[in-house]
Nanobody, 125 residues
Framework: QVQLVESGGGLVQAGGSLRLSCAAS????????MGWFRQAPGKEREFVTS????????PYADSVKGRFTISRDNAKNTVYLQMNSLKPEDTAVYCC??????????????????WGQGTQVTVSS
């Protein structure tokens, strides 16, 4: 079992920054790739990016490329998503997920193992 808890969401003005955290607990965390997803109102869930235990990252979603950066602190079992130059269209619930398969994360598989509860990010214009 893996438990994931996100934090760091909030309200920010366009052009601002936020850093989201996803704290993981459980067994054998080194086996899991961690991903960030987001879902805006009325839209489907979107894969943002992922990072393996070794630090290998997935390509970023085009919508966030160059503005968002994923990182991982294995000593703290925490994954971060640094979000810069935020836009109103970044408003969404952001969730982290963990799976042994990076491809399942990248393809938003129904079989993704573990999800956090999500954190709201609201960007005002």
């Amino acid at each position: 079992q893996v438990q994931l808890v996100e934090s760091g969401g909030g309200l920010v003005q366009a052009g601002g920054s936020l850093r989201l955290s996803c704290a993981a607990s459980g067994r054998a965390l080194s086996a899991y790739t961690m991903g960030w997803f987001r879902q805006a109102p009325g839209k489907e869930r979107e894969f943002v990016t992922s990072i393996s235990w070794s630090g290998r990252t997935s390509p970023y979603a085009d919508s966030v490329k160059g503005r968002f950066t994923i990182s991982r602190d294995n000593a703290k079992n925490t994954v971060y998503l640094q979000m810069n130059s935020l836009k109103p269209e970044d408003t969404a619930v952001y969730c982290c997920a963990a799976d042994e398969s990076r491809s399942r994360l990248e393809t938003l598989s129904q079989e993704i193992g573990y999800w956090g509860q999500g954190t709201q990010v609201t960007v005002s214009s």
